[in-house]
């Protein structure tokens, strides 16, 4: 018998210890019935599905759990049915009625009823955690979601909104990783401390997606099986295995030599390495977020709209899309993300240092000035960080780069300029829009969760808020472009404390007999759909 076939057997047999004694070289070749994914799984910090805000884990989740509404990856404003096999919706659109899928069992065994929606909707709202956002922001609250979220039966679930949004939004909101549906009889004895089951979730799962949780051990290794009993059937691959490999040119070698079938987040050195396509395909997955960068009102220097301005002046657009953006995202300097209702093509800024100098001299700043700059140590937010540093020290800035996990600083108001990128969810200009143009309470006590402009202590100008919120209560969508539109313009106006340079993509690699591997752009890439030739 093979090595090959030796590997092949041991895991068929289930035996997950077995894996992990494997050197990484015994893993070349995969097998043909098994996905085998190279990633930095050092952000993957749980995998509760209410939980989490991480794309690496929300893939994870996408697979191990299912929601009431499928958005298909190549048409995202088309809702389809998911665990809901149908919904209706009242004449003043306040109330959704979803008949619940018969026939659907959890991994445990039970099967899954409108009393399971109920109960994981509610979760979402009263746990309150980042993803909570999704509910949220449509007026749900721990207060109320009781009396709007109610099973009327064992395949009717009746949803009501406390107030009048595009009808569009709800759906797009069931169908989020955030929303997904959990097993309630199953957590039913596993809550601890009020949790709800939280912390079982960090590293279980109870889920009635096409793969199960065979095991996880953080920034080592993932394994998911498939799981016989999915009502769709059993998908192809019999097994899903996340390794941590957060060195992207140890990812590239691996890929190169088939010891993984797809890599994440490659340098783009690396991946243009593997652009030829001889032994893989670069997918690149728009997405619906921005690289950004933040710059704190709190600081008395970059309160004044010229600093902000000159920031603007400072990034090499022109450099970083020819460079380390070429595969991570598309130049973008308006806030309407391209490919939703009211986007429009307006990148009016370059690089300019002249212009920047000009700017901050208006604001009595000729002689420049000192700040902390945080950004992350992924690529290519740390590429892009460097060069913000070096083009704003001939300015006359002197950026102190701070390369790490800094997000923590960032939530809590407690930075200077920050850089990072943002992954909003749901296909409609709304979900960034409330992120980057509204701030309804400017006030550090509070602590509005997803809320960048509240982070950068932004107080949004009235006009654009306020077209914001309308945008999203309008059920014409025509009405709606124009609306978007608007503000378009008048967010390029504004200087903002959040600059937009870069809509986000995610690259990644995949070998070429690997078939039906899906980016999605909400971040919920099915590995149900893969085969192998």
Do not use: C
Not at 245 to 274: K, V
Request: no cysteine; net charge negative.
């Amino acid at each position: 018998m093979d090595r090959r076939t030796m590997l092949k057997g041991a895991l068929m047999a289930g035996v997950a210890a077995a894996v992990v004694a494997h050197s990484a070289a015994a893993l070349a070749a995969t097998p043909p019935d098994q996905l085998v994914i190279g990633l930095d799984m050092s952000s993957m910090r749980g995998l509760d599905p209410h939980e989490l805000n991480q794309l690496e884990a929300a893939e994870v989740v996408a697979n191990l759990y299912e929601r009431l509404i499928v958005l298909p990856a190549d048409n995202l404003a088309d809702p389809q049915p998911g665990l809901a096999e149908s919904w209706t919706i009242s004449e003043d659109s306040l109330t959704f009625t979803f008949k619940i899928r018969s026939g659907v069992t959890f991994h445990s065994g039970n099967p899954l009823t409108a009393k399971d929606v109920e109960w994981s909707l509610r979760r979402l709202v009263k746990r309150g955690l980042a993803p909570a956002v999704d509910l949220k922001q449509w007026g749900f609250t721990p207060e109320n979601v009781d009396g709007l979220i109610t099973a009327t039966d064992d395949t009717t679930l009746v949803l009501q909104t406390p107030e009048l949004w595009n009808a569009n939004l709800i759906l797009y909101a069931l169908a989020s990783f955030s929303t997904s549906i959990v097993d309630s009889v199953f957590l039913a004895d596993k809550d601890k401390d009020g949790d709800m089951g939280g912390e079982f979730l960090q590293t279980s799962d109870a889920g009635s997606g096409p793969y199960s949780l065979r095991t996880w051990r953080a920034n080592d290794l993932l394994i998911a099986e498939a799981f016989d009993g999915y009502w769709q059937g059993a998908p192809a691959m019999k097994r899903v295995l996340l390794r941590h490999l957060p060195e992207s040119s140890g990812q590239r070698l691996q890929i190169e030599a088939g010891d993984i079938d797809i890599a994440s987040r490659l340098s783009s050195t690396d991946l243009a390495s593997l652009d030829n396509g001889d032994v893989a395909t670069v997918q690149r997955t728009p997405g619906f977020g921005f690289y950004y960068l933040a710059l704190n009102q709190k600081n008395e220097i970059l309160a004044k709209p010229q600093v902000r301005e000159a920031f603007r002046y400072l990034i090499d657009y022109e450099g970083l899309a020819n460079g380390v953006m070429k595969y991570y995202g598309n130049l973008q300097q308006t806030i309407v993300p391209a490919g939703l209702v009211g986007a429009i093509d307006n990148n009016p800024y370059k690089l300019d240092i002249a212009k920047a100098k000009e700017l901050l001299a208006e604001a009595g700043h000729a002689d420049g000035f000192s700040l902390t700059y945080y950004a992350s140590p992924a690529t290519p937010e740390a590429e892009v960080a460097q060069s913000l540093q070096a083009n704003a020290a001939e300015a006359g800035i002197t950026l102190d780069l701070q390369i790490g996990d800094h997000i923590g600083k960032f939530r809590g108001r407690e930075f200077e300029v920050f850089s990072a990128r943002s992954g909003d969810r749901l296909p409609d200009p709304h979900a960034v829009l409330q992120s980057y143009a509204t701030n309804a309470d400017n006030s550090d006590e509070a602590q509005l969760t997803g809320i960048n402009a509240w982070r950068t202590a932004w107080d949004v100008p009235a006009e654009i808020q306020e077209q914001v919120i309308a945008a999203a209560h309008e059920p014409d969508q025509a009405k709606r472009e124009a609306i978007y539109t608007s503000i378009n313009e008048a967010y390029l106006a504004a200087s903002p404390a959040l600059i937009t340079s870069f809509q986000r993509t995610d690259a990644k690699a995949i070998r070429n007999n690997v078939q039906g591997y899906v980016g999605h752009s909400t971040w919920l890439t099915r590995w149900d759909t893969v085969t192998k030739s």
